[in-house]
């Protein structure tokens, strides 16, 4: 099975940190792509944030200067979906709630051309519950980036019950033309890598409950002794804690309150109280005045 030709338009909706980043692969691979948000302002930054990105990778001797701002001109921010109706694949990277998504997809479905794969970037929603009540839900199949996602490799492409083979394989295909790496996995709670991380943050959360160590004191034991590239109160920060926390509680549901998955009252009080992580200027750890964490 082939990718998508690079003469696909590709539309991606949610122009955040996950968005910008998946426009700036696709671009960078040769596709004009959409840029959509709901906010015009997540647009207009999605956009300064691409184009900020690949100069820096020019200024840093890793990326040529013309494909750079080729890359930049292949990128249109639209207000409207149906400025998109050229598209044939489209990723949608917006907030991970099953009820805002399944809307999108509809609107997806009776925006774009018939044959159109529609993918989401959805970190733990089942790709069968999105389908649900569409006409044509084989063509719909979850592509997993990681954050960041123009530097992480892996890209998991999820199969739910309708997902046509070929469908998934087009765009494990895509996914390998654009330089990832891809796994194809059936959708399950959280899939691989969300999964199997869970416990990774649960238990540091659990550490710090139990007033056992600090989070510098933990990220740092796990950052520069164990191999981890960030601690994960680090990490958590990095994600978002409204992603985090959305994910922990879609992969509680969706394995019927099994307690190894209890989302913790920590997060959430992190949630209320708007301290999202490095995005919102503050998390466990407070970056407004300056971007690195504190040390232990
Ligand atoms: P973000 O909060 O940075 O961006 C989400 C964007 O979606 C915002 O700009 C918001 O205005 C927009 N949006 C919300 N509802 C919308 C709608 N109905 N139509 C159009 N735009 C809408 O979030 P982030 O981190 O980019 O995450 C987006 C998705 O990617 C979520 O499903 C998340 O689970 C997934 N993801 C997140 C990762 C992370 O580390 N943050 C990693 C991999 C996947």
Redesign the pocket.
């Known amino acids: 099975m082939s990718a998508v030709s690079v003469q696909t338009d590709v539309l991606v ?7 910008s980043g998946i426009a700036q692969v696709a671009a960078l691979a040769g596709h004009r792509v959409f840029l ?4 015009a302002e ?1 647009v207009e930054k999605g956009c300064a944030a691409i184009a900020a990105s690949l100069r820096e990778q020019v200024s840093k001797g890793r990326l040529d200067a013309a494909r750079a701002e080729s890359t930049i001109a292949r990128i249109h921010g639209i207000d409207k979906l149906a400025d998109a109706r050229t598209a044939t694949l489209a990723i949608e ?4 709630r099953l009820d ?1 998504k399944r809307a ?1 997809f509809f609107e997806l479905e009776s925006t774009l051309p018939e044959q159109a794969i529609l993918a989401s ?4 929603l089942s790709i069968t519950a999105l389908t649900a009540g569409l006409s044509r839900p084989e063509r719909v199949v979850g592509m ?4 960041p996602a123009p530097r992480m490799k892996l890209v998991e492409v999820v199969s739910g019950l309708a997902t046509d083979a070929d469908v998934a394989d087009t765009v494990f295909a895509t996914a390998v033309a654009w330089g990832k790496v891809a796994v194809h996995v059936v959708s399950s709670p959280g899939f691989i890598v969300n999964r199997v991380a869970r416990p990774f943050y649960a238990e540091a959360q659990r550490v710090l409950a139990e007033r056992a160590a600090k989070p510098a004191t933990l990220d740092a034991a796990m950052r520069d002794c164990c191999g981890f590239p960030m601690g994960p109160f680090e990490l958590m920060d990095f ?2 804690h ?2 985090n926390f ?2 922990t509680r879609s992969v509680f549901d969706a394995c019927f309150g099994d307690r190894r998955y209890e989302p913790s009252l920590f997060q959430q009080e992190l949630v209320a109280a708007g301290r999202l992580g490095r ?1 919102s200027g503050r998390g466990v750890y407070d970056y407004r005045a300056g971007a690195i964490p504190p040390r232990p």
């Open positions: 909706v949610g122009a955040g940190a996950m968005g959509a948000d709901t906010s997540a990277a917006i907030v991970e805002v999108l970037n959805t970190s733990s997993h980036f990681f954050n994600i978002g409204d992603v959305a994910v995005k």
